[in-house]
């Protein structure tokens, strides 16, 4: 194999790792911009005015 073989597949196994990992933790960073929501937040510490 030839080097742009070489990481060409090292790239491909980062990238699914990375895939599999956001995958995991999708659930939880839903339920964090619900909470987010709930309480008023926009990411970044700036409230909405009432």
């Not at 090292?10 to 990992?21: D, F, N, P, R, S």
């Not at 933790?25 to 937040?41: A, D, H, K, S």
Request: charged content about 20%.
């Amino acid at each position: 194999m030839t080097a742009k073989h070489v990481l060409a597949a090292e790239a491909a196994v980062v990238g699914g790792l990375a895939l599999a990992l956001l995958v995991k933790e999708l659930p939880g960073i839903v339920r964090e911009i619900r909470i987010w929501r709930m309480v008023g937040l926009r990411p970044g510490g700036v409230r909405q005015p009432r």
